[in-house]
């Protein structure tokens, strides 16, 4: 039977459903990215995203699990944002399949990146004709 209910601080913590696994020990991660085609919605690639505050570690086994299940690339992306907020640089470390060294990059070149991805892509896509709106 499964404990326990929301507390008070539904407001305060964050994700109920997260707060209510972890209370009933059925463990669960959020995945903080699945890249998809901009027609078909196929999964591209998956990452695990983080501010960047100069740390060179996030745990990222499930992430590899799921991308080597599926056959998708994978990437450990630490970002860092301007006083607007606006992205500036990426360290990417490229997981699966083959684990890449950590490469510093603007973000004109990571999105070279993920339009390569979505190239490679567009030569099995069933929704290749389609204009994107
Ligand atoms: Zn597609």
């Keep these: 039977m499964a404990r326990g209910s929301l507390k008070n601080n539904y407001f305060n913590v964050g994700d109920p459903y997260s707060e209510w696994c972890r209370e009933n020990q059925v463990y669960m991660i959020d995945m903080d990215a699945v890249g998809i085609c901009k027609r078909c919605k196929h999964p591209l690639y998956l990452a695990e995203t983080c501010f960047d505050r100069g740390q060179t570690w996030k745990a990222t086994a499930t992430t590899e699990a799921l991308a080597n299940l599926a056959s998708l690339p994978s990437f450990l992306v630490f970002y860092k944002v301007d006083e607007k907020r606006e992205l500036e640089s990426f ?43």
């Design 91 to 133: 360290r990417i470390t490229q997981l699966t399949p083959i684990k890449g060294n950590e490469t510093y990059l603007l973000p004109e070149g990571w999105y070279q990146v993920l339009e390569l991805l979505q190239e490679r892509h567009d030569l099995i896509c069933t929704k290749k004709d389609r204009n994107v709106l």
